[in-house]
């Protein structure tokens, strides 16, 4: 997941460079509950990451499980419009470039995705189709719990269902 405002960092990378939003905190700056060097805090990305895990292997036929959803999709929109850090607005997309480029260059088959609770509340969706590639997001922002039921053979066809 790209920086985000929380201070936990376990799990955060840099995107695609050490670039972070106004209002988070960078990884070197946030706190670890497992040690991880400085010289990763600083340099790690979700980019390299993704390279070094798929190298040149054929992800056509991959379901990759992402936290993050890809950026500018409807599936990263959270509930910051109007909102500003120092003057300078917000983003509404918090997504993952690196994520998004991955998806649109390798094509896998299927990406599941969460972390952006209000995105379906936001923008009535929870699929979205990148090239050929069918993005699901599960995230839920209200009471219940939200599930995406799918045929791996036909993602086009998931559809959403809150258990309360």
Not at 6 to 20: G, I, Q
Not at 126 to 144: M, P, Q, R, V, Y
Not at 152 to 157: A, F, Y
Request: charged letters at 25%; glycine letters at 6%.
């Amino acid at each position: 997941m790209p920086p985000s405002p929380f201070l936990l960092k376990d799990w955060e990378r840099y995107d695609v460079s050490r670039y972070v939003d106004p209002g988070c905190v960078s990884p070197e700056e946030g706190v670890l509950s497992v040690p991880r060097s400085m010289r990763d805090r600083r340099h790690a990305t979700i980019s390299l990451e993704l390279d070094d895990l798929i190298g040149g292997d054929d992800v056509s036929r991959a379901v990759f499980l992402f936290h993050v959803p890809p950026y500018q999709t409807a599936l990263d929109t959270a509930d910051l419009a109007g909102c500003h850090v120092e003057s300078v607005p917000l983003d509404t997309h918090i997504g993952s470039i690196a994520v998004r480029r991955m998806i649109e260059e390798r094509q896998p088959h299927l990406t599941l995705h969460g972390h952006v609770h209000e995105a379906f509340r936001l923008t009535g969706t929870f699929k979205e189709k990148i090239g050929n590639t069918w993005c699901l997001s599960a995230a839920h922002d209200a009471d219940g719990v939200a599930v995406v039921e799918f045929d791996l053979s036909r993602p086009q066809g998931a559809e959403r269902r809150v258990l309360r």
